[in-house]
Nanobody, 121 residues
């Protein structure tokens, strides 16, 4: 089995920073892209940031210049450094990874359980 476990969410004030982590574990042969998505109440899930296995990154327009995605391939972990947080960043943040398990010859899409980020004064 493969699972993604997120950590680092919480309640912060506008302008503060948070760092999210997501560790992939289990029968992992290889990991391709990893990323973060978020879903606010009443809204669709949207891409926050993504990173390839080679380190190329892509960001949603609303977080460019404030958020930074990175990964540690040795630890199968992806991070999201969030700076200058705004109230509109409040959402459940989900980790995503495209993984080939040892027991499968194909890639599959995996999701974490989500972590709440609330930005409020």
């Amino acid at each position: 089995q493969v699972q993604l476990v997120e950590s680092g969410g919480g309640l912060v004030q506008p302008g503060w920073s948070l760092r999210l982590s997501c560790a992939a574990s289990g029968s992992i042969f290889s990991i391709n892209g990893m990323g973060w998505y978020r879903q606010a109440p009443g809204k669709q899930r949207e891409l926050v940031a993504a990173i390839t296995s080679g380190g190329s990154t892509n960001y949603g327009d609303s977080v460019k210049g404030r958020f930074t995605i990175s990964r540690d391939n040795a630890k199968n972990t992806v991070y999201l450094q969030m700076n200058s947080l705004k109230a509109e960043d409040t959402a459940v943040y989900y980790c995503n990874a495209v993984i080939r398990p040892y027991y499968s010859g194909s890639l599959s899409n995996y999701w974490g359980q989500g972590t709440q980020v609330t930005v409020s004064s």
